[in-house]
């Protein structure tokens, strides 16, 4: 019988996207951020912005390619500002107020329609919720999910940047399925990339593995090949999850 549901946050829980005008809006932040502790760029806003953006992409390429993620006091100094001659112990005594300020402002996030509703039908049917999520910053996505008002469903929140690994990797799925005290054939996975969610869920044994599309997917699982773990169902709406839950897990539907 399946009696929990672990979820992805960003595209997933919460909507997600950017575009150049959130680009420019945590540049504009981030280098008020910097010189306000007096660590000054020294170049123009575009110079700014590229510099950045390639430590950005740097960090990208190794975190996914080793399914790791580091603290953001490492992040910033030695990925996203590398470039820059900043002093490390400043930097890092602010990292984390900056990787918060990335999350929230490089990204619009708004928590996805239904999701609230989705939430308490499970609650009610008596299944246990939480949450699996790939995040630089080490309190953003227990902060969104106060401001959403919804971490009271969450029994346990289990982030990238706090254990040390990235989703697809099973590290960060056997820490949550040790954390809630469930083994993975109970759990449902639900996500909005296969290249993270399906696969490593599916990879960690789970019961049941969902996809639901964000923004983000296609850019995400662009590299997926056609042989990969696939889905047990594509849903469109979150509040489709509840009603296939009750058709295939008729042993927590409602009477």
């Known amino acids: 019988m399946l009696t929990t549901v672990l979820f992805d946050m960003g595209g997933t829980l919460e909507d997600i996207w950017n575009n150049e005008t959130t680009r420019a809006q945590v540049m504009a932040r981030l280098a008020q951020e910097l010189r306000a502790a007096g660590l000054e760029p020294g170049c123009s806003m575009e110079e700014f912005d590229r510099r950045v953006m390639e430590g950005v992409r740097a960090y990208k390429r190794w975190s996914e390619r080793v399914h790791l993620e580091k603290k953001p ?10 470039d820059f001659d900043f002093d490390r112990q400043v930097l890092e005594s602010m990292a984390e107020k900056l990787a918060n300020l990335w999350e929230v402002t490089f990204y619009h996030r708004e928590l996805r329609a239904g999701a609230g509703e989705m939430l308490q039908a499970l609650k009610d049917r008596g299944y246990r919720i939480g949450v699996i999520s790939n995040n630089a910053s080490l309190y953003n996505v227990f902060d969104v999910l106060e401001q959403y008002g919804i971490r009271g469903y969450m029994e346990d929140v289990t982030v990238s940047s706090v254990v040390g690994y990235r989703k697809p990797h099973p590290g960060i799925f056997q820490i949550a399925l040790r954390q809630m005290q469930v083994t993975a054939a109970e759990c449902v996975y639900v996500g909005d990339t296969v290249s993270r969610d399906i696969i490593g869920s599916k990879r960690a044994g789970f019961g049941k593995s969902v996809q639901i599309g964000s923004f983000l997917s296609a850019q995400k699982d662009a590299q997926v090949g056609t042989d990969a773990e696939r889905p047990d169902i594509i ?7 509840v009603d296939w839950l009750d058709e295939i897990n008729p042993e927590m539907a409602l009477p």
């Open 235 to 241: 849903i469109h709406d979150i509040r489709e999850l």
């Open 73 to 82: 006091e490492e992040i910033w100094p030695d990925y996203y500002l590398r």
